[in-house]
């Protein structure tokens, strides 16, 4: 598991979890053929096939070094042999064919956009385009009765496809934090999701929301909501109550990347005074609370990457005998939970070192 590079060696281990992934990528070129890969095995809904390719990518972009040569991977972690021929059509020219027909076939184009409305999964997207809509004004003619979400989705295309940025991230922080601490004095607020990580851009802007009195969080997000809401601010939510009880749904479920936490997907209506004739754009907001006794977690699993978590997840599972979620970590030899106030003492549970949310942009 190492990677040779004038006469130095890299050690890199082969979970996600054990190691660092700055933002700092030195194989652009190689990790995003392979994720468009990875894209398009996720809309084709096979999932191991997807998470292969995502786990070839971000062995790659932990290498602290360019790959220039197929020499320098041997020994390398989590690269199968598609993963090394698509790597090897790229060293020697440039682009892998593979990966040029894919993204350029009327399928992944249709089913690219299609995934683009808010609402719209792979597999109405695939439905939808077995039926012939490829693109958004045959979507609209098609006759679909779209749900709420789709229909907000679609009413917000172009604003929901624009990245957002920091300073859009945290305006809404602070009409966020404002709206909390105006319902439930004495929350607490993080932003978490990929801007916690470091990144400069987003597809949407996460908060997790929890206060210091266990209990007192509880119905806090339709407060929230009815406060954004009757200031006009909301475009679009859905909001969905807290159904987390750790006798059923701790060690007997299997661990998921779906928590159970009192949560609203929303659209924000984001007041921008240089946008002509509107002054607004929507951008999507994700508003999570939990009660402090789980919040350690939900940080930790609110952070990302999508697949550092899958990776963490993996490891308590396969490694080490746990059942990790965004809700607790449960030692399925010692049958009990173990419990946590910080991400530190996480990491520490599950026998890992500790890597800081910029370093987990797997
Ligand atoms: N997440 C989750 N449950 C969901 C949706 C997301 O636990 N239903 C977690 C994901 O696992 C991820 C984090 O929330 O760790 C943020 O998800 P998301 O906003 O989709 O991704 P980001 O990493 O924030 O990337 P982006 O900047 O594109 O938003
Ligand atoms: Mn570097
Ligand atoms: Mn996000
Ligand atoms: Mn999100």
């Not at 290498?63 to 059509?89: A, F, M, N, W, Y």
């Not at 295309?157 to 859009?168: F, G, I, M, R, S």
């Amino acid at each position: 598991q190492k990677v040779k590079e004038e006469s130095v060696e890299f050690l890199i281990p082969s979970y996600a979890c054990q190691r660092r992934t700055s933002l700092d990528n030195h194989n652009t070129n190689f990790t995003d053929a392979l994720s468009h890969l990875a894209e398009n095995a996720e809309l084709n809904n096979e999932d191991g096939r997807a998470v292969a390719f995502r786990r070839a990518a971000a062995v790659l972009k932990a290498l602290p070094v360019k790959v220039t040569s197929i020499t320098q991977l041997r020994g390398l972690p989590c690269l199968g042999e598609h993963s090394q021929r698509v790597i090897k059509d790229v060293i020697e020219n440039g682009v892998s064919s593979e990966v040029e027909s894919t993204i350029h076939s009327e399928r992944f184009k249709a089913l690219k956009l299609l995934t683009g409305i808010f609402g719209v999964g792979a597999k109405t997207a695939d439905r939808w385009f077995k039926e012939g809509i490829q693109n958004l004004t045959q979507l609209a003619n098609s006759g679909h009765d779209l749900n709420r979400a789709q229909q907000a989705g679609l009413e917000h295309y172009y604003d929901l496809n624009q990245p957002v940025t920091k300073a859009e991230a945290e305006a809404i922080g602070d009409i966020v934090k404002k709206a909390v601490l105006d319902v439930l004095p004495g929350s607490e607020i993080i932003l978490t999701g990929g801007f916690r990580r470091g990144k400069i851009t987003g597809h949407d802007v996460d908060f997790l929301i929890t206060h210091p009195d266990e209990g007192k969080e509880v119905g806090l997000v339709s407060k929230v909501v009815s406060w954004l809401t009757a200031r006009g601010l909301l475009l679009y939510q859905k909001n969905t109550r807290n159904s987390y009880l750790e006798s059923e749904d701790g060690p007997a479920q299997p661990p998921s990347n779906m928590d159970r936490f009192e949560r609203c997907f929303s659209i924000f209506k984001l007041e921008k005074k240089e946008i002509p004739n509107r002054n607004w754009r929507a951008v999507r907001v994700d508003l999570v609370v939990s009660p402090i006794s789980q919040f350690a977690f939900a940080v930790l699993g609110w952070t990302g990457s999508k697949l550092f978590e899958r990776e963490l997840r993996r490891w308590a599972g396969q490694v080490k005998s746990m059942s990790l979620s965004s809700h607790a970590l449960y030692d399925n030899k010692q049958c009990k939970y173990l419990r946590a106030t910080s991400e530190e003492e996480i990491f520490t549970h599950l026998g890992l070192e500790f890597i800081p949310p910029s370093e987990r942009n797997a």
